[in-house]
């Protein structure tokens, strides 16, 4: 019986392998949350509305049309490069798994303001998406023993460590309730993830004894 050598982990990579791939699938995400300002413009901020509002039938549209909308230019400015670059960072799996952990991270948020904030708001922004995007990112290296990933979420906490604050309630204005519960889908996003990686691993290893 022999055992061959295992290849790279894919699962503790840092950087995308098809970066360019990944860097334009990012960047076409931005510029569609721009189309959708510049449309919004025109309109009055008329689609300002169509974010979630807390339990209400009608406002559970805006868990979908929410991280799209901007309540001002201001607003999608300060979201650009935590998208740009979270969103980028996230793509290391691969474009599949970057899918499925932006939309659990999409829904949980969506889903969390929906059951928690005020009665008559209407929460919008990609700010949620944000905050899931780098939990996920900062808790990845833990679940995945990997050192390169955690030596870039210290990277990360130096640099955005101070956007952390918003989780805490008491900012008028900003949904603590979007980042919290983005934060916790980035988290199970981070450990779904590393526990399919494991199962995927083990059955290759297993594969791999002849």
Do not use: C
């Amino acid at each position: 019986m022999s055992t061959l050598p295992a290849p790279t982990d894919p699962a503790k990579r840092i950087l995308p392998v098809k970066y360019k791939s990944a860097g334009i699938v990012v960047l076409a995400f931005t510029v569609l949350m721009y189309l959708v300002e510049l449309v919004d413009t025109g309109l009055h901020h008329r689609l300002d509305s169509e974010g979630v509002v807390p339990r209400t039938l009608s406002g559970l549209d805006g868990v979908v049309w929410a991280p799209l909308l901007h309540g001002s230019w201001a607003h999608l400015f300060s979201n650009t490069i935590p998208v740009l670059l979270f969103g980028f960072l996230a793509m290391a799996s691969g474009l599949t798994r970057w899918i499925a952990v932006t939309a659990l991270i999409w829904v949980v948020s969506g889903l969390g303001v929906w059951l928690t904030a005020g009665s008559g708001t209407s929460t919008i922004g990609a700010s949620g998406l944000a905050f899931g995007w780098l939990a996920y990112l900062l808790v990845r290296g833990l679940f995945n023993r990997s050192f390169g990933q955690l030596a870039v979420a210290a990277g990360l906490l130096l640099i955005w460590g101070g956007t952390l604050w918003g989780l805490l309630p008491g900012n008028p204005g900003i949904s603590w309730q979007a980042h919290v519960f983005g934060a916790l889908g980035g988290i199970v996003a981070a450990w779904l993830a590393a526990s399919a990686d494991r199962a995927k691993a083990r059955k290759a290893a297993s594969n791999l004894q002849v």
